[in-house]
T-cell receptor, first 112, second 113 residues
Framework: EADIYQTPRYLVIGTGKKITLECSQT?????MYWYQQDPGMELHLIHY???????EKGDLSSESTVSRIRTEHFPLTLESARPSHTSQYLC???????????FGEGSWLTVV | GQQLNQSPQSMFIQEGEDVSMNCTSS?????WLWYKQEPGEGPVLLIA?????ELTSNGRLTAQFGITRKDSFLNISASIPSDVGIYFC?????????????FGKGTLLTVNP
């Protein structure tokens, strides 16, 4: 069983607000990821990290930013939220050399 | 980028029936993963396949890694109502970029009791 935690699970915020979605894992995984998923749709990679101080953009362009100061922590930030940012954001991690990616429960963001 | 074709898009079946879904790709993958996602939750890993031709079971679930490395299928036997959810296949390429998965669009499974 994967130990990866996301907070908040659900959030409704106003346009223009800054929001940080938290993600932590206790498995010591070096690789972490953020995926964006609209309801009923496939997952799109928006950010990933190979380890501390390593961050890269994924396949889907996103206005969000990420940081990786500690191995276990990979927060995602939106400086100025817009309604188009409404979506589910899924954090995931995997071990170095490991092919299996484990997901958190997701953060549902609604921007009004 | 790489794309996975997952089919069917949705299935409506009666409890007790067997289910089969598959994914195909124009590219070779070195790992295939199958996930299940329930509403409001993150995907949960069901089965991981690492070798071409590999056949792996997890309870009532069976998945196979196609010998061409371009396809995989998932079977669910004797379905029950709690099997309801979206099933995603995911492939990991063989180009050394083992940090990324390519996901299929999912198969929505509905089981009528």
């Amino acid at each position: 069983e994967a130990d990866i935690y996301q907070t908040p699970r659900y959030l409704v915020i106003g346009t223009g607000k800054k929001i940080t979605l938290e993600c932590s894992q206790t498995m010591g995984h070096d690789k972490m990821y953020w995926y964006q998923q609209d309801p009923g749709m496939e997952l799109h990679l928006i950010h990933y990290s190979y380890g501390v101080n390593s961050t890269e953009k994924g396949d889907l362009s996103s206005e969000s930013t990420v940081s990786r100061i500690r191995t276990e922590h990979f927060p995602l930030t939106l400086e100025s939220a817009r309604p188009s940012h409404t979506s589910q954001y899924l954090c995931a991690s995997s071990a170095v050399g490991g092919h299996t990616i484990y997901f958190g429960e997701g953060s549902w963001l609604t921007v009004v | 980028g790489q794309q996975l074709n997952q089919s069917p898009q949705s299935m409506f079946i009666q409890e007790g029936e067997d289910v089969s879904m598959n994914c195909t790709s124009s590219s070779i993958f070195n790992t295939w993963l199958w996930y299940k996602q329930e509403p409001g939750e993150g995907p949960v890993l069901l089965i991981a396949l690492y070798k071409a031709g590999e056949l792996t079971s997890n309870g009532r679930l069976t998945a196979q890694f196609g010998i061409t490395r371009k396809d995989s299928f998932l079977n669910i036997s004797a379905s029950i109502p709690s099997d309801v959810g979206i099933y995603f296949c995911a492939g990991q390429d063989s180009g050394g970029s083992n940090y990324k998965l390519t996901f299929g669009k999912g198969t929505l499974l509905t089981v009528n009791p």
